[in-house]
Each structure stands twice: as structure tokens, then as C-alpha cells.
């Protein structure tokens, strides 16, 4: 089963960017979909966006336009570039990982504040 380790995660002004990086290791990482999601205080965690490959990839409303999804199978990473941060953006971000079999893995998650 993949492991997951995110990084990346920070304080960052409203405007700026952040990149997030999710290592996995222990499977075959170009199998799964990989997804990133986010938790605000007090919310439910929810989806920011998914890849299956770099022709397909799906984003939350509130991110089209602003945060990219990608991945690179040589390196079993998986990217979130975020531009334009803000204040709402501020969240817990988990890297997850879904196989056609039905494994889902989730990381600890990495902090991103977005404050002035």
C-alpha cells in the first residue's frame, strides 16, 4: 500500500504562492488517482482537485484558475501549485491516494495560512 508524505505547507500573504509536494512510496504510484483536499477549522474536509494523468484532472470551483494540480510518476510525487492565496484558502491540506482497488491513503497533512 503507497505512503504519503506531504510538504510545502506555510505562512504565505494574501496574493502570494505556495507550492505542496506529497512523496508516496511502497506501491505503484502511477496506478492511483491522486487528489488534494483541504479542512478549514470547524469545516468538513473537502476536495481542491484530482489527477489521473496530466490530461485529466478535476478542481473545485473556488480553485479554477488559481491552483494546478500535476504529477510526476518518475519522482511518486504529486504537485499543488497555489497562486493568488487567500485568507479562505487557510487550511489543513492532505495529499490522498485512490486505486482501482479500492485503497485510499491519506497523508497527515501539511498547514497553509494565508494571512497578512
Known amino acids: 500500500q503507497v505512503q504519503l508524505v506531504e510538504s510545502g505547507g506555510g505562512l504565505v500573504q494574501p496574493g502570494g504562492s505556495l507550492r505542496l509536494s506529497c512523496a508516496a512510496s511502497g506501491s505503484i504510484f502511477s496506478t492511483y488517482t491522486m487528489g488534494w483536499y483541504c479542512q478549514a477549522p470547524g469545516k468538513q474536509r473537502e476536495l481542491v482537485a484530482t489527477?489521473?494523468?496530466?490530461?485529466?484532472?478535476n478542481y473545485a470551483d473556488a480553485v479554477k484558475g488559481r491552483f494546478t494540480i500535476s504529477r510526476d510518476n518518475a519522482k511518486n510525487t504529486v504537485y499543488l501549485q497555489m497562486n493568488s492565496l487567500k485568507p479562505e484558502d487557510t487550511a489543513v491540506y492532505y495529499c490522498?491516494?485512490?486505486?482501482?482497488?479500492?485503497?485510499?491513503?491519506w497523508g497527515r497533512g501539511t498547514l497553509v495560512t494565508v494571512s497578512s
Open positions: 490522498n491516494a485512490k486505486s482501482l482497488f479500492g485503497a485510499d491513503v
Open positions: 489527477i489521473i494523468n496530466s490530461a485529466t484532472t
